[in-house]
Nanobody, 126 residues
C-alpha cells in the first residue's frame, strides 16, 4: 500500500517562502498524475497545482499562479511545492495527492480522481 507523507509546512510571514515535500513510499512518480490541494478552515478543499509524468507541464490555480511551483524528483520519490510571496490567504492545510499509473497529460483537477493522499501539512501565513 503506497503512502504519501508531506512535510515542510509551518509559519511564514507575508512575502515569505516555504517548500512543501511529499515523499512516496514507492517509486510511483515515474508514472503518475500528481497534485497539491489545500483546505482552509470553513472552506472546501481546492486545487493548488497539478502535473503528470507523461505531460511534464503544470497547471496552477489562479490564486497561486506566478508564486507557486510544482515539481518532482523521481530519484527521491518526492513531489515538491515551492511557495513564494506567501499571502495570508494561503493559510490552509496542504495535501499532496497522486494517482498511479496515470496517462492524463495535465493530471486531474477533480480531487475525486486521486486515490492516494497524504495526511496534510499546515501552512500559516501571518
Amino acid at each position: 500500500h503506497v503512502q504519501l507523507v508531506e512535510s515542510g509546512g509551518g509559519a511564514a510571514q507575508p512575502g515569505g517562502y516555504l517548500r512543501l515535500s511529499c515523499v512516496a513510499s514507492e517509486n510511483i512518480f515515474r508514472d503518475a498524475c500528481m497534485g497539491w490541494f489545500r483546505q482552509a478552515v470553513g472552506k472546501e478543499r481546492e486545487e493548488v497545482a497539478r502535473t503528470s509524468t507523461v505531460g511534464g507541464a503544470a497547471h496552477y490555480a489562479d490564486a497561486v499562479k506566478g508564486r507557486f511551483t510544482i515539481s518532482q524528483d523521481n530519484a527521491d520519490n518526492t513531489l515538491y511545492l515551492d511557495m513564494n510571496n506567501l499571502k495570508p490567504e494561503d493559510t490552509a492545510m496542504y495535501y499532496c495527492a497522486a494517482r498511479s499509473p496515470c496517462r492524463v497529460w495535465l493530471g486531474y483537477s477533480d480531487d475525486a480522481e486521486y486515490n492516494l493522499w497524504g495526511q496534510g501539512t499546515q501552512v500559516t501565513v501571518s
